[in-house]
């Protein structure tokens, strides 16, 4: 019985041992391992870009909402839902934004002139139409 590097044990029958077989196996399982040192080296580095990238982040948001917290401490202590009232806000800038930037993209359709033209002459009630009474 041969046990080499954590390989699974090799029984062999003969009393010759295969050397070059094992070297070739031993050799295999370096390479593999070689190879899984490089992807977790890889990996640490990318991971350590990301920290680095979020904690920038982090602090360009900080610097962002300094002058808010400086102007509005009143605000920052009071709580709607799940926010603070400066994080609410904050929110809902970011929302009215993304709808604009949505509406700019989607074209408006000129084709149907008739029916616009006929909604603009129908009476309207708060904005609603309403019946013509006579």
């Given at each position: 019985?041969?046990?080499?590097?954590?390989?699974p044990?090799?029984?062999?029958?003969?009393?010759?041992?295969?050397v070059?077989?094992?070297?070739?196996?031993?050799?295999?399982?370096?390479?593999k391992?070689?190879?899984?040192?490089k992807?977790?080296?890889?990996q640490?580095?990318k991971?350590?870009?990301?920290?680095?990238?979020?904690?920038?982040?982090?602090?360009?948001?900080?610097?962002?909402?300094e002058?808010?917290?400086?102007?509005?401490?009143s605000?920052?202590?009071?709580?709607?839902?799940?926010?603070?009232?400066?994080?609410?806000?904050i929110?809902?800038?970011?929302y009215?934004?993304?709808?604009?930037?949505?509406?700019?993209?989607?074209?408006?359709?000129?084709?149907?002139?008739?029916?616009?033209?006929?909604?603009?002459?129908?009476?309207?009630?708060?904005?609603?139409?309403?019946?013509?009474?006579?």
């Open positions: 019985m041969i046990q080499l590097m954590g390989l044990e090799v029984v062999r029958s003969e009393e010759t041992v295969d070059q077989g094992m070297t070739h196996l031993i050799l295999r399982e370096r390479e391992r070689l190879n899984l040192i992807e977790i080296i890889f640490k580095q991971n350590h870009q990301l920290e680095e990238f979020v904690e920038q982040l982090a602090k360009s948001v900080k610097f962002s909402q002058p808010a917290k400086i102007h509005e401490p605000k920052v202590s009071q709580q709607i839902g799940a926010y603070s009232s400066h994080i609410r806000s929110k809902i800038k970011k009215k934004m993304k709808l604009k930037k949505r509406r700019s993209h989607v074209i408006i359709s000129r084709e149907f002139k008739g029916r616009s033209i006929s909604s603009k002459l129908k009476p309207r009630l708060k904005g609603k139409f309403a019946k013509k009474t006579s």
